[in-house]
């Protein structure tokens, strides 16, 4: 009953500044990733409320020749938002069910994984998994599927010796619904003798 997030966000999404003119510009359909380590399922991507982290992403992609910024409204609609513990529950109990299907099949299932040297888990297979098995329940079901998935990451190293706090720690939206995004546009410097409300 208390678990809808009623108000509009802002995202950003990390990209090639053709693809801001593509999409901006020309009305083209923003990239859904489709991976199968992508950390919330498959849909578009943005940093909540989190330009900077944004545009860092873009930065260190080798692929993205110029790192660009596209800014979003989302109603996040039905959200599978994983800072409510019924939502935790929720893909808890899929994950259990994903493990004994695997077991069931005599499969092994997939496994997060570090890449190189870092220990941030960045190849999410797992959690992809089970979070797009939930997704195909839903269908199967015909229960009411979500629009939008929304989690927290703790990722980078700590800002200070025994700090609690990570470099790049951010929120991160997965839409799956594109009607969920309401409006784009092309973020904008601040006035700089103002104060930022």
């Keep these: 009953m208390y678990s809808k997030l009623p108000n509009l966000v802002i995202g950003f999404h990390g990209c090639d500044r053709l693809s801001v003119e593509k999409v901006l510009y020309k009305n083209e359909k923003m990239h859904e990733s489709v991976n199968?380590?992508?950390?919330?399922?498959?849909?578009?991507?943005?940093?909540?409320?989190?330009?900077?982290?944004?545009?860092?992403?873009?930065?260190?992609?080798?692929?993205?020749?110029?790192?660009?910024?596209?800014?979003?409204?989302?109603d996040l609609g039905r959200c599978l938002n994983l800072f409510d513990k019924h939502y935790i529950d929720v893909v808890k109990k899929q994950y259990e069910t994903l493990k004994d299907r695997y077991e069931f099949i005599r499969k092994e299932l997939p496994r997060n994984k570090n890449v190189?040297?870092?220990?941030?888990?960045?190849?999410?297979?797992?959690?992809?998994?089970?979070?797009?098995?939930?997704?195909?329940?839903?269908?199967?079901?015909?229960?009411?599927?979500?629009?939008?998935v929304r989690g927290m990451f703790f990722e980078g190293k700590e800002i200070y010796p025994g700090s609690g706090f990570r470099s790049n720690t951010h929120v991160q939206i997965c839409v799956r619904n594109p009607n969920c995004i309401k409006g784009l546009f092309l973020p904008k410097a601040s006035v700089e003798e103002w104060s930022i409300p």
Excluded at 118 to 123: E, G, S
């Design 116 to 148: 190189g040297n870092n220990t941030d888990l960045l190849l999410r297979n797992l959690d992809c998994t089970v979070i797009e098995s939930l997704h195909e329940d839903l269908k199967i079901t015909r229960e009411p599927e979500y629009d939008s």
């Design 36 to 74: 199968d380590y992508d950390w919330l399922g498959h849909g578009v991507y943005f940093w909540e409320q989190n330009y900077d982290r944004a545009l860092d992403w873009a930065a260190s992609q080798l692929k993205i020749k110029t790192p660009a910024v596209i800014g979003a409204v989302i």
